[in-house]
């Protein structure tokens, strides 16, 4: 019997995008997708989602390309401008899933310098028992090691428990550990599959 639904935060739960900051900044898409493609790209953001220092990462960046200092800065300092909303439809799945009775966790990459900063702007948050942050713990998703954090720290059990994420890669990490997932496109395509298991 599934008790447990452990969400992913960015792109499941909330709107994340660093276009949001940057667009308007360079109002020249050329220059806007050499940016985040090659001067600050997204997996070099990943390596603050597993601990390391923001400072560290920016001025790592601004070592190889000195030119986009001042961008490269804008990227942690003013992350706020990179969130959007809630991902539409979510909210009233998060409560109703609640509602069931179901117990709601959350497991996402994220820095523990920016997810601070975001936390309380959002009403999703609040509907969670507890959630588990990679660059607290110093290790992200895939690893197995993230999984087990969480099982462990709230005492649950992952045959009993479902969770929802938009990458396949964690998706089948998650399956390994025991955890039966549920890969999110959309909210509207993630209700359809709740309410054909009889969840909602």
């Not at 949001?20 to 220059?31: C, G, H, Q, R």
């Not at 993230?146 to 005492?155: E, G, H, S, V, W």
Request: a negative charge; charged letters at 25%; hydrophobic letters at 40%.
């Amino acid at each position: 019997m599934i008790r447990n639904i452990i969400f992913d935060f960015g792109a499941v739960l909330v709107d994340w995008n660093p276009k949001y900051l940057y667009a308007p900044y360079f109002n020249d898409e050329e220059k806007l997708n050499y940016f985040l493609e090659t001067v600050c790209p997204y997996t070099w953001n990943t390596t603050v989602d597993a601990g390391r220092d923001t400072e560290e990462a920016m001025a790592e960046r601004i070592a190889l390309y000195p030119e986009w200092e001042k961008e490269i800065l804008m990227y942690y300092r003013n992350w706020i401008g990179m969130m959007g909303n809630h991902i539409e439809g979510i909210l009233d799945i998060v409560k109703a899933l609640k509602e069931k009775g179901y117990r709601l966790y959350g497991l996402s990459n994220w820095s523990k310098e920016t997810f601070p900063l975001i936390v309380d702007n959002y009403e999703v948050f609040t509907y969670l028992e507890g959630y588990v942050v990679s660059g607290f713990e110093g290790v992200k998703k895939p690893s197995p090691e993230i999984y087990q954090i969480l099982l462990d720290r709230y005492q649950i059990k992952a045959e009993e428990s479902i969770f929802i994420d938009d990458s396949p890669a964690n998706i089948e990490a998650g399956e390994a550990q025991g955890i039966k997932g549920i890969l999110f496109t959309d909210a509207e395509s993630l209700k359809a599959q709740l309410e054909s298991s009889h969840m909602l």
